[in-house]
């Protein structure tokens, strides 16, 4: 048996080989919480309280991945975005806060009376499922290549009762029917292949999810190619990118005919999202 203050101590010294002291002990802390389903106020409240050898094996288990580098969202298997929690997977990528950023700029630029919304590359569900959920009245269609991602992708859908999203697998847009969209949201994988962020923490995270081509171009060159087909006069197109991709990417949507081209900076100031219109 051993105390909850003691564990806790334990696995703070741990992390603090690799992290902060500040970030070790919020992460040995939300590892604790975790798996005795508690919040902060009870590990504060108990701090001695007798932990069962089981849940102290756990949390020894628990410590070691997140020593190893693993994020903290796979080693407790779910993430907060947009106020909602998302279950993820190896299979599927840690939806970001800058993402969000992505919801935004979309509920912002559509009105409420928008039919039908496409998103591309849905991973976890996180966009469609914060679209679902502020506008219950828009009929949206996300799909993803990874069937793995998928299935994350229903549990998610359903675990937040989410009755406008249809969700199914697609290379891109060949398994769309052929209709047009009032709006084509994506983030899509676009790190360069030979990228040294592939060396950090986000080694975890699957390559096709993050990696496209030389350049990270590649999927959204193809999108801004097709995207057109499937969306309806004066339809909107919006995703996210790397924050030093923003002027290719108009030089190819310019090159497509699209219109009213802008980016928007994220709150790091960072160009992150760019729209224009069929
Ligand atoms: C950057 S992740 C975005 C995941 C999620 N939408 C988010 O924002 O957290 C890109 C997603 O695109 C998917 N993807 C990659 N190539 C694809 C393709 N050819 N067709 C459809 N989806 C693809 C990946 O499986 C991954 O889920």
């Given at each position: 048996m051993q105390s909850i203050s003691a564990l806790l101590q334990w696995g703070t010294e741990e992390l603090s080989r690799l992290y902060s002291p500040e970030d070790a002990y919020v992460d040995a802390c939300l590892l604790l919480c975790e798996l005795l389903a508690v919040d902060k106020s009870y590990l504060y409240a108990w701090p001695d309280k007798q932990l069962s050898a089981s849940v102290a094996l756990s949390y020894r288990g628990a410590i070691a991945r997140r020593k190893q580098g693993e994020p903290l969202a796979y080693v407790i298997g779910h993430k907060e975005f947009w106020s909602m929690r998302f279950t993820v997977s190896e299979d599927t990528l840690i939806p970001r806060p800058e993402t969000e950023f992505l919801v935004e700029t979309v509920l912002n630029l559509?009105?409420?009376?928008t039919q039908s919304i496409l998103e591309l590359?849905?991973?976890?569900g996180a966009i469609a499922c914060a679209l679902a959920s502020m506008r219950p009245e828009w009929q949206i269609q996300a799909v993803d290549v990874s069937d793995k991602a998928l299935q994350i992708a229903e549990h998610n859908i359903n675990d937040h009762k989410l009755k406008n999203i249809r969700c199914y697998a697609s290379n891109?847009?060949?398994?769309?029917?052929p209709m047009q969209f009032d709006a084509i949201v994506s983030n899509p994988p676009y790190v360069e292949?030979?990228?040294?962020?592939?060396?950090?923490?986000?080694?975890?995270?699957p390559r096709l999810a993050l990696v496209s081509g030389e350049t990270g171009l590649d999927a959204l060159t193809y999108i801004i190619e097709h995207a057109k087909k499937y969306l309806k006069p004066k339809g909107l197109l919006c995703f996210e990118h790397g924050f030093s991709q923003a002027r290719e990417l108009h030089a190819l949507l310019h090159a497509s005919q699209y219109q009213n081209i802008h980016t928007v900076k994220d709150y790091a100031g960072l160009d992150r999202i760019t729209y224009a219109y069929c």
């Open positions: 559509l009105p409420i009376t590359g849905t991973g976890t891109w847009f060949d398994k769309i029917a292949s030979n990228s040294e962020y592939l060396q950090t923490e986000i080694r975890y995270e």
